[in-house]
């Protein structure tokens, strides 16, 4: 019977050596994976932001029409706040709830002189209007005292956002021209919640078609990233 082949030991066992690193070595590559990781972040953020500040670049400076808007645009834009609002069913909702449509808004007491009567009919006509583009948009009246609202003009205002407003809060954020009330624009804002431009006071008719034009040229820049409702 053929014995077993004994294992040779003439040879050593070979072993592999493995240095550590050095503790210099690991806080730089850690110190290099954080700025990767910064770096990559940035990347992402400007890839959301790049379709909205496309889309503005070719509203105000690409475009040749841009030039010769009728709306005063802000400059900085203002964010909407984070306040309490109320609608006229008593319930309550925050401003930035109104967020993901361009709004164009008014201001006025419930009691809604002649001027308010006009501006809501001009909101009106100015988003009908629009068309096929009208879902991109909101009707909004913000009422900025406690008074009632005339039954009589609740059937008008079907198709309109009504919320009641703290008048100083709004007064943070919605401004007129100088030597003008805040009652004597319309304002328009931005689906990212920016207020960014503002309307000639008294408006009439042929500066609603003006304004109108200023909406299309921006409800066009704005068609690859901004979608109706919300």
Known sequence: M???KSPDTSHPLGMTVYDLPLPAEVAQADSKRT?????NMLLVLLACAAPVVASYITYYWVRPEAR?????????TRAIPSIEVERLDGNKIKLTDLKGQWLLV?????????????????????????GKERPRTEWVWLVNDKAEVPNTLLPALEEATVL?????????????????????????VDP?????????????TEGALKAKRDM????????????PGR
């Open 2 to 4: 053929q014995d077993k």
């Open 35 to 39: 700025s990767m990781g910064r770096f």
């Open 68 to 76: 010769r808007n009728f709306g005063e645009l802000i400059q900085p």
């Open 106 to 130: 008014s201001v006025s007491g419930a009691a809604c002189d002649a001027a308010c009567q006009q501006h809501l009919y001009l909101q009106r006509q100015i988003l009908v209007g629009l």
């Open 164 to 188: 009641r407003i703290d008048p100083k809060a709004l007064a943070q954020w919605l401004q007129p021209e100088a030597n003008k009330k805040l009652e004597d624009h319309l304002y328009m």
């Open 192 to 204: 990212m919640g920016e207020w960014m431009m503002r309307f000639p006071a008294q408006l009439n």
């Open 216 to 227: 299309e040229r921006l409800l066009r820049a704005s068609a690859s990233w901004d979608l």
